[in-house]
């Protein structure tokens, strides 16, 4: 299983400021590596680490996002897998460039062989 990276799209009916803290309710949820990146008047979006498919992970999410599209409080979501680089008018210092990047590490450091579980023999000595 390898770890993969995701971009979750959210978009509020209104203003994040009438939302209430949005972000507190869906970051705990995921259950998974997750960070927000950007967030504009009515959009939020998240920058997600998991081994999952793109399908299960819609699949696992999906239940939380439509809870809250029925509460009013969103609009439309989207998931899907987040691309190699992204380029925004403030550069690499824009927070969804940079929690791309810490998401492509944090992928690469679980995909690591070392962190799978080696079964090796005892080697009995003589």
Known sequence: ?????????IVTKNDLEDTGNLKARIVPSVKC????GFHAKRL???VLV????????FDRLRPM?????DSGSIERFVLHPAPSAV???????????????????????R??????????????RF
């Not at 299983?1 to 799209?9: C, G, K, R, W, Y």
């Not at 998991?50 to 299960?56: I, V």
């Open 87 to 109: 380029v925004t008018d403030h550069g690499q210092l824009d927070a969804l460039a940079h929690y791309l990047r810490a998401g492509q590490v944090e992928a690469a450091e």
């Open 1 to 9: 299983m390898t770890h993969e990276v995701f971009f979750l799209e």
């Open 44 to 46: 939020l979006k998240f």
């Open 50 to 57: 998991t081994p999952e498919t793109l399908d299960q992970l």
């Open 111 to 124: 995909n690591k062989t070392q962190r799978l579980r080696h079964l090796e023999r005892r080697q009995r």
């Open 65 to 69: 996002l439509e809870g809250l599209k």
């Open 33 to 36: 590596w997750c960070r927000p």
